[in-house]
């Protein structure tokens, strides 16, 4: 999948033990399609932390995996430094942040009846290949890219400083 210039999206703070967290969903063709998680303060390990977090949650998302079984994944994991967010509300962690600011977007969509699609059910998700979400995720996780194409699953080449599918045309830039 190409991802278009322009996506539309929403930015939730979060407050967190290591600052404010900034949880960004944008949204292609009514359905999230992509997460970006950054800490208000740059460097060290818990920016580069809930950077793969926003990495691995537009992963998941754009294979079909439904927003509400992310948000109870993340939801309740715990650090030695919870926040209070305002109004009664607690961030265990910068992971339990994340699910907090990804069900508030649920409910907010609900609410204001927005024409975005959130998967509820693992049946309604769609037949995905595994093994090759598990290369990609490896690749990310080593900092890697991944070198399989996300269009058809033939191998990616590096040309020109780009990742190019040479089967469908796919290209990383």
């Given at each position: ?148 194409c996300p269009d058809c699953g033939s191998t990616l080449a590096m040309e020109?400083g780009c990742l190019k599918c040479h089967s469908c045309g796919y290209t990383?830039?």
């Open positions: 999948m190409n991802r278009p210039e322009k996506l539309s999206g929403h930015t939730h703070r979060q407050r967190t033990g290591c600052g404010n967290l900034y949880v960004t969903v944008n949204i292609h063709k009514g359905t999230i399609d992509e997460v970006f998680v950054r800490l208000g303060k740059a460097g060290g390990c818990a920016s580069s932390q809930t950077e793969t977090l926003g990495r691995l949650i537009t992963l998941a998302v754009r294979a079909g995996v439904p927003v509400s079984e992310l948000v109870k994944q993340l939801s309740g994991i715990g650090c030695h430094q919870p926040a209070f967010a305002g109004e009664g509300k607690r961030n265990l962690s910068c992971a339990d942040a994340v699910s907090n600011a990804l069900r508030g977007y649920i409910e907010e969509v609900e609410e204001t009846k927005e024409p975005v699609k959130v998967v509820h059910k693992v049946d309604q998700v769609p037949k995905v290949d595994h093994d090759k979400i598990v290369r990609e995720v490896k690749a990310i996780v080593s900092g890697r890219q991944p070198t399989s020109e990383k830039c």
